[in-house]
């Protein structure tokens, strides 16, 4: 079959943090995206705001590099996709390998595969795409280049790689530094040449170039959708067979089956990053088209006279859901002008959600003012509430629960394979932590270094709620990762929180001297002058159960003292939770109450009687 050989289409796929945007923004530089005068941010491929403050890739996105080959041919354009290293973010993975023709692996020199190399791994082979894989971080003073090495075979190995994808080449990188070699430095040693050079040129050699059919008619892919003030919503396309031009005639085919035909405004082509206006694209280039306002990711857009639809996009199921409805607490609205706070607009914006995330389902639950969002796990969902806050919303969000299966009459639950790096001795607290989360581990790994990686197999719920006790068992020196593994038979109740909740029992200010008085039933969440309300949840308690207490008592006025003299340097700091705590903290009967200015945790049932009530009925039940 012909094959575009101007052209290559890549993907960079790894575990979160291992350095593929890093990786990206060196291609970029040395391949002369940039002028010589033109301030540059670090890891420029993410531009999302959530991105650069957590440090991970959330949406995968493309650039482009023109590269000049040392025998001085033409230029080739290296289409790269960044794609998220976290599991979480799988559908955004999945999306970005229909775009390319083969895959660059990165892998730390010290870390070496860990689960989320293992998860983007899968599917590139899955697709029986070619695989170069990079070294990153060979200059960290703890390396352990040959070992990694070996235990990046050993993973091919267990994914049931072909022969032809296990002889894969090797560079070595400090993409920090935008080095890279073809020979293997010695541990903690950079590479011995200064630039990318063979690193390009292993892509040239490896990755195909896009083949097509000659005479075929035209057919892209929808894999992607962006929006501008100005053009609308733009569909970000593969193009697999024909030409398509600007102000052309074709048929979108829908992912229900349905066609239309329509007209493209507008074709871009990405440049460094930017998009350009082009006239026409051919097989293998990955472009932007303008002009049909409610095309969806999957669909396709083919000749105008012989429409061939392609398949859609498959993604795994999820795994994971929570309840996120109106904010239904007293303090609604009371945080400020312009807060989002009705049931349309917050329904808007799931299903605008939807239109751009093919992992994530927003299903309706018996209140007509809550909807049941399914996604692939707990950090993509909280990602999502998190945009929601930042955009005005106040939001009532549930404890997150696991998606469950019935299988052969059986009720099956996701469980996640956990990786654990750690120090030795805290071995026997992990092992505990995850006896009593129903965790088997499968295997033990000292490396002789006074560290050791743990596997297990856990139940997905089980590890709702696990990572903060994991770190402060581990006195914060712990590194966990996990990955769905598959569906197990239904484990019984798991109780992962030992401490009950302190629940204000009345509305008013918070004050410093019941703080104060409080603060050695357990530890407080909220600080003085707070305004709180009954059903609210102030602190965790020392002990299992829940108790009612009074956080707004005043002390009484006498003729000797001022009413807070002494009492404020007596308080201890309280802890303040971040919104991913805040859902990870919540039981059963607890919701998080999300505004853009604060985040509360609450009683689902916020009068006392009524909670009572409805614990004796249980009890006698």
Request: aromatic share 4%.
């Amino acid at each position: 079959m012909p094959t575009r050989s101007d052209i290559r289409n890549v993907a960079i796929v790894a575990h979160v943090d291992h350095g593929k945007t890093t990786l990206v923004d060196a291609m970029l530089k040395q391949a002369g995206a940039f002028s010589a005068h033109q301030q540059v941010d670090d890891r420029v491929m993410d531009s999302n705001d959530l991105e650069r403050e957590k440090g991970i890739t959330i949406l995968a996105k493309n650039t482009a590099v023109k590269y000049h080959p040392k025998d001085g041919g033409d230029p080739i354009t290296i289409n790269i996709i960044d794609t998220p290293g976290h599991a979480d973010f799988g559908g955004e993975v999945e999306r970005g390998l229909s775009m390319v023709d083969g895959v660059v692996l990165l892998v730390d020199a010290s870390e070496g595969p860990l689960p989320q190399t293992r998860f983007v791994l899968r599917k590139a082979l899955a697709a029986k795409m070619p695989v170069i894989l990079c070294i990153n971080k060979v200059d960290r003073p703890d390396s352990r280049i040959s070992e990694v090495v070996d235990e990046t075979y050993e993973l091919f190995m267990d994914l049931d790689a072909t022969e032809e994808q296990i002889e894969f080449p090797i560079v070595y990188a400090c993409a920090r530094d935008g080095m890279a070699s073809l020979n293997r430095p010695e541990n903690g040693v950079t590479p011995d040449n200064d630039n990318l050079q063979p690193f390009f040129q292993t892509i040239l050699d490896t990755i195909p170039a896009p083949v097509y059919e000659e005479g075929h008619p035209l057919q892209a892919h929808v894999t992607n959708l962006d929006a501008s003030n100005f053009l609308g919503r733009i569909a970000l396309c593969r193009v697999h067979n024909g030409t398509i031009r600007k102000g052309q005639t074709t048929t979108w085919c829908r992912h229900d089956g349905t066609m239309e035909k329509v007209r493209i405004t507008e074709l871009l082509m990405t440049d460094a990053l930017e998009r350009k206006p082009a006239e026409e694209a051919g097989p293998g280039d990955i472009i932007a088209i303008a002009g049909i306002p409610e095309i969806m990711i999957g669909d396709t857009i083919a000749d105008a006279e012989d429409p061939r639809p392609l398949p859609l996009i498959t993604v795994d199921e999820p795994a994971i859901s929570m309840t996120i409805g109106t904010n239904t607490s007293p303090l609604v609205g009371k945080g400020g002008k312009g807060h989002k706070v009705t049931a349309r607009l917050v329904k808007d914006r799931l299903d605008k959600e939807l239109v751009g995330n093919v992992s994530m389902r927003v299903l309706p639950t018996e209140r007509p003012d809550a909807w049941e969002v399914q996604g692939r796990g707990e950090l993509a969902l909280a990602i999502l509430v998190e945009q929601m806050r930042r955009e005005g919303f106040e939001l009532t969000v549930g404890k997150p629960q696991v998606v469950t299966k019935e299988i052969n009459g059986k009720v099956h639950e996701p469980f996640e394979r956990l990786t654990i790096d750690s120090p030795e001795e805290y071995l026997g607290a992990i092992t505990q932590l995850l006896a009593t989360r129903k965790g088997r581990m499968e295997t033990m790994t000292n490396h002789g270094t006074g560290w050791i990686r743990m596997e297990f197999v856990v139940p997905a719920r089980g590890l709702i709620g696990f990572r903060t006790e994991f770190l402060t068992e581990t006195r914060g020196t712990g590194i966990a990762h996990s990955i769905h593994e598959g569906y197990e038979p239904w484990v019984g109740e798991l109780r992962t929180r030992n401490n009950g909740s302190l629940v204000a029992d009345r509305s008013g200010v918070v004050t410093a001297f019941a703080m104060t008085n409080l603060q050695e039933r357990g530890t407080l969440f909220v600080e003085p002058t707070i305004e709180v309300y009954e059903g609210m949840i102030v602190g965790e308690n020392s002990r299992s159960d829940d108790m009612d207490v009074n956080i707004t008592k005043e002390k009484k006025l006498t003729n000797m003292r001022s009413s807070t003299a002494d009492e404020t340097e007596k308080l201890i700091p309280p802890r303040k939770l971040s919104l991913e705590q805040a859902l990870e903290f919540c039981r059963e009967d607890e919701c998080v109450e999300v505004t853009p200015e604060t985040v509360r945790i609450r009683k689902v049932v916020l009068n006392q009687q009524e909670r009572a009530r409805a614990t004796s009925r249980a009890k006698r039940s």
